[in-house]
């Protein structure tokens, strides 16, 4: 039953047709044998039995036909039905053909069409009303379970694309709102350092350690507010940035991530160790993405964790991981709010970090086609696994 289910539209169509045909036929043929017999039947009382018996003992075999009765002979009723056994005889055939074709065509609709039609016919409905939440059930292998799947991953596109429409306009909301809080801040900083010098200073009601220690500060807000301006170039330079696929084997991103993790040891003071999978598997994605997003994410680690930073690297043809732990702290409840724009945890961090590199790291995943990961160790510490898709 599953395979004539599933036989494709054309030839369903013509199952149905042949079977309705040749039902037809078959019940046109008993149809046209009775019509004969009765009319024989009627028109056997009406001749002379004894000349017809003669007739064919002389055929030798061959039949001879009873000859038709003239319209005055029969009675009325009897004509009536002699008549309709002529037509029945004549277009039987031809009008259960046509009665047949007809069943066949609309059984044809209501098993093979119907379902299908109404479900597209609805899902169109609710799309034009922006109505995503929804799904086709039509499960059928032929033409329309095809179109049916496809109108589904169309559907499924949409409820995407406009999910990350939302998600765009929400981002964009906070980008304002953080452009204002950081740049406000350190200008109102700013305002309040020059207005105390120009109030104090030429009356010499301030020291010069007072003075220096207002300009010393008025120079960290101003680092802060460069640090910024650079990290809105990055983030708009990110959207139109375009990805370069190329070659990258296990040996040469080891190599790349050590380069990496000799300045940053340095710098922070800690211990790195570096696992990465044995795999001749050729992974192609863009270098310098996979690299900025491992800086970004090791720089994390070193900011957070305490004594080592363990990085995982496994490579694959159609996937690469870099998942590094730290043993830290691990996230606490603004984990969801980690991977958002201008993302600091803490006051003193924002005057060095503009709370980028997750948000950043983030967003170059996802353009790879992977997406980034956080969870916290069973241990203690932060978990982050960047994962990226194979793009040629």
């Known amino acids: 039953m599953d395979k004539i289910r599933n036989l494709s539209v054309r030839k369903t169509i ?8 040749f039902f037809s036929f078959l019940l046109s043929a008993v149809i046209v044998r009775i019509a004969e017999q009765t009319q024989r039947r009627i028109w056997w009382n009406y001749i002379d039995k004894e000349a017809l018996i003669e007739a064919e003992q002389k055929a030798h075999g061959y039949i001879v036909e009873i000859p038709r009765p003239s319209s005055y002979e029969m009675t009325q009723s009897e004509f009536f039905v002699s008549e309709l056994c002529d037509f029945l005889g004549t277009y039987a055939v031809v009008i259960l053909s046509m009665a047949g074709s007809c069943g066949a065509v609309f059984l044809f609709y209501r098993n093979k069409l119907r379902r299908p039609m109404e479900e597209l016919a609805e899902g169109s409905k609710k799309i034009a009303e922006n109505q995503l939440d929804f799904s086709l ?9 095809q179109l049916c799947r496809e109108f589904e991953r169309m559907r499924e596109q949409l409820a995407r694309n406009n999910q990350a429409l939302w998600q765009t306009v929400e981002e964009e909301k906070m980008l304002r709102a953080a452009i204002a809080h950081d740049i406000r801040a350190p200008l109102s900083v700013l305002k309040g350092y020059q207005e105390m010098l120009m109030e104090y200073l030429p009356g010499e ?10 300009l010393s500060e008025s120079g960290r807000q101003i ?8 990290a809105m170039r990055k983030l708009s330079s990110l959207e139109n940035r375009q990805l370069n696929p190329e070659s990258i084997c296990a040996g ?14 340095k710098e922070y003071g800690k211990q790195c160790v570096l696992q990465v999978s044995e795999s001749k598997e050729e992974f192609y994605g863009d270098r310098e993405v996979v690299l900025e997003v491992t800086e970004n994410l090791l720089s994390n680690a070193l900011r957070y964790g305490k004594q080592q930073i363990t ?38 961090d924002s005057l060095k970090h503009a709370g980028l590199g997750m948000y950043i790291s983030r967003l170059y995943c996802e353009k790879h086609g992977g997406k980034l990961v956080l969870g916290n160790d069973e241990q203690g510490g932060a978990v982050v696994t960047a994962i990226f898709r194979r793009i040629a």
């Open 137 to 145: 059930s039509y499960e059928n292998e032929d033409e329309m379970g």
């Open 311 to 348: 990085i995982a690297v496994n490579i694959g043809y159609a996937k690469l991981s870099i998942c590094v732990m730290d043993d830290g702290d691990g996230f606490r409840e603004e984990a969801e709010k980690i991977t958002e724009a201008f993302y600091g945890q803490n006051a003193k």
């Open 223 to 230: 680092e802060r507010m460069d640090a910024f301006v650079e």
């Open 252 to 265: 040469q991103l080891e190599k790349d991530i050590q380069g990496e993790l000799a300045v940053l040891e």
């Open 14 to 21: 013509l199952l149905y047709m042949a079977v309705a045909l």
């Open 205 to 214: 009601d301030i020291d010069l350690g007072q003075a220096m220690e207002m």
